[in-house]
Structures are given as C-alpha cells and as structure tokens.
C-alpha cells in the first residue's frame, strides 16, 4: 500500500507540473492559444500592440465569429472593440491594426474549425501560384 501512495503523490506532482508549464510565469506575460480551436475555444494573440481574443459558435455550416480587440497598454478597459461576423467553409476574415498588422481567421469545414491562415499562402481568385 505505501508504494501506491507514493506514486499517487508523484503522479499529482507530475500532473500539476505539467499543467503549469504553459502559464505564463510574469504577469506581462501574455497567453497565446493560435489554435486552430473548435467551437466556443479562443483564439488568443497579439496583432501590433493589440491583443485579441477570438471564438465563434457554428452556425449550421458556417462559424459564427465574434472578435474582441484591445490596447495590449489599456489599464482603463475602454480600449475594446467587438466585431460579429458569419462566415461560410473556407472563408477568410482579414483583421487589421492601426499600425498596420494583420491577422487572417479562416472557418473550416462544416464548422469544425477556425484557423489562423498564414497571408504568405493566401493566393488572389485566378491566380496560379
């Protein structure tokens, strides 16, 4: 019995050890999740000083998309700004910040995912590559 007890505190041990490694260790120190996520999990990164938080809720096929952004410096709270937006299989919302960096979210198939897309790969309708 002494042995079990003693690898069932280890493993405890272990499990919180792991748990926590991802945890930022400053509080300056922002989490990032750039998925791609299911339903109802966030997107969660920077895009130039902003920080934003993404999720959607699907919607038949389509992902419903809510985006949150705000100033990464705002300790009042009044910076945030809120965009909804529907997005069928395979389309693409392009998010800008004022001093101009971009972040692509893309809706997978039937709902299943929201991905953040690479814009090196995104090509122009026609276009070969």
């Known amino acids: 019995m002494y042995p079990l007890t003693r690898f069932l505190c280890f493993a405890a041990a272990g499990a919180f050890t792991l748990s926590t490694a991802s945890i930022p260790v400053r509080a300056d120190e922002f989490f990032q999740n750039v998925g791609p996520v299911g339903p ?10 902003k920080r934003l938080i993404a999720f959607y809720e699907p919607d038949g096929a389509n992902c419903g998309l ?4 705000w100033d990464s410096a705002d300790e009042s709270g009044d910076s945030p700004a809120r965009v909804r937006v529907s997005l069928i299989a395979h389309q693409t919302v392009h998010i800008d910040s004022a001093d101009n960096k971009s972040i ?14 690479d814009t090196n790969k995104l090509v122009a309708a026609g276009v070969a590559q």
């Open 40 to 49: 109802h999990d966030a997107i969660l990164t920077t895009v130039g000083s």
């Open 66 to 69: 809510n985006v949150v952004m």
């Open 104 to 117: 692509n979210l893309q809706c997978g198939d039937d709902a299943e995912t929201l991905t953040l897309v």
